[in-house]
């Protein structure tokens, strides 16, 4: 049994990976576009329908002429590196909502909102673009299907441990599972999300500067970010995300590679 259902796991791994376009990576994806993006677009659609959608304003056509450049931005680099077509299911859709969270999003396939209460820290047009840059970079890697695929990975791991435990104690068995569900957390699911971030990041830098969009301003982004949480963050071996003192130090050595990608594609100047 233990034989059969270690086969199955590598059998699984094995016919999961997918290439990221951005990294030249490996990544493990067991669900196509054609399930993500269904349930997406209907989460999507059941969460507008349920809170307060901010209409006709100046910051509303702010963030989807940035997302609009963001997108088109994307789709130039997917095409010059050999994946045209890449973004053919995507639905690009941007909204602003009436919420203090300090917080945006991007769904698989394209459907973004970002709260009203991140807004005093993006400031302007290149402060969009920054977080928009990153969220958009999230779906356009596939990051919601890798966590899916993780989390399902997680999950037959526990019946690995299951069966592996069965003939053990109750008490044994219940310490091992606790110990399962610690050490896949902190050894595995969170440095597989901060990885997520780290990457979106990376990615993000690159294409709103290829939609002309200063990335020097990126690390002054996360450093107002940094200042409006109060340092208040947990470890960051225990987080889903970097740091910010990682992330404003990675952006900052990034920003002149992405300046230079962003001259492959005509951009001479920064807004």
Request: with cysteine; aromatic share 10%; charged share 20%.
């Amino acid at each position: 049994m233990k034989k059969i259902f270690l086969l199955i796991l590598i059998l699984l791994i094995v016919m999961a990976c997918k290439t990221n376009p951005f990294t030249g990576k490996s990544t493990l994806n067991f669900y196509s576009n054609s399930q993500m993006f269904p349930m997406a677009f209907a989460q999507y659609d059941e969460f507008l329908g349920s809170n307060k959608v901010v209409k006709g304003t100046s910051e509303v056509e702010m963030i989807t002429r940035v997302g609009q450049r963001i997108a088109s931005a994307a789709e130039r680099w997917l095409n010059a590196n050999g994946y045209p077509g890449y973004l053919k299911d995507y639905q690009w859709e941007y909204n602003l909502v009436e919420d203090e969270t300090v917080n945006a999003w991007c769904m698989p396939g394209g459907k973004i909102v970002f709260y009203t209460g991140i807004l005093p820290i993006t400031k302007n047009e290149t402060g969009i673009a920054v977080v928009m840059g990153h969220e958009v970079a999230h779906a356009l890697a596939d990051h919601g299907a890798q966590r899916m695929s993780a989390g399902t990975l997680q999950q037959v791991g526990a019946m690995g441990a299951a069966i592996a435990t069965s003939k053990k104690s109750p008490e044994v068995q219940n310490a091992f599972m606790q110990a399962y569900g610690v050490g896949s957390n902190v050894l595995g699911m969170l440095p597989f999300s901060r990885n997520h971030e780290t990457e979106a990041d990376r990615i993000g830098l690159q294409i709103m500067a290829i939609a002309g969009y200063n990335p020097d301003e990126a690390a002054q982004l996360w450093k107002r970010m940094k200042e409006a949480s109060g340092g208040q963050a947990p470890p960051e071996f225990l987080s889903t995300h970097p740091s910010n003192d990682t992330r404003i130090n990675n952006l900052t050595a990034w920003a002149p590679a992405a300046k230079q990608e962003a001259r492959k594609f005509g951009v001479t100047s920064f807004k």
